[in-house]
């Protein structure tokens, strides 16, 4: 009886503790117009233009989780390959020092996953990413952000994305 008592009160105090984390969350999306550039093989500077949808809460005021989903629009070439991006995605933890005033800094990493078609054949890249970026306020609920990452980084090559962004904190 006494074990089990222990038990609830555990579960309990566990479920006030998220309960608690959650109501202090701040929930906040945004968007960015970013270049994508493709190292991959044979292929070398290859440079698209896209979008990335973003989403994040803040779980403390130094540590978000964040999701990325984007594509690249159109298509580039290297020595008659021609190169596009179906789609890439991602899924970070981002580590914000406590700063005063409008511009933060932040440091991002987590894994990432791009599908790209090379002539037509697609070829599918993931594993750990990292880059860090800065966050402008403009007014009490939306900032601008420029973003550096590294998506993916193998032996097969690598690939970035830099991004400018408007954001908007619930």
Excluded: C, W
Excluded at 56 to 85: P, Q, T
């Amino acid at each position: 009886m006494l074990k089990r008592s222990g038990i609830v009160r555990g579960t309990f105090a566990a479920g006030m503790l998220l309960a608690g984390t959650a109501a202090q969350a701040e929930f906040y999306t945004g968007a960015q117009v970013n270049m994508l550039n493709i190292d991959r093989g044979s292929v070398s500077n290859v440079t698209l233009t896209g979008l990335t949808l973003r989403g994040g809460m803040v779980l403390h005021e130094l540590i978000s989780a964040e999701v990325h989903a984007g594509k690249a629009f159109g298509d580039d070439s290297y020595r008659g390959v021609e190169v596009e991006n179906d789609f890439h995605y991602g899924v970070y933890a981002r580590l914000t020092p406590p700063m005063a005033g409008p511009v933060r800094p932040y440091l991002i990493g987590g894994y990432s996953y791009v599908e790209n078609d090379f002539n037509g054949e697609t070829l599918r890249d993931d594993g750990a990413s990292y880059g860090g970026g800065f966050d402008l306020g403009m007014e009490e609920h939306i900032s601008m952000s420029l973003e550096y990452l590294r998506l993916v980084d193998n032996d097969f090559g690598t690939q970035e994305l830099i991004g400018l962004g408007l954001n908007y904190k619930f």
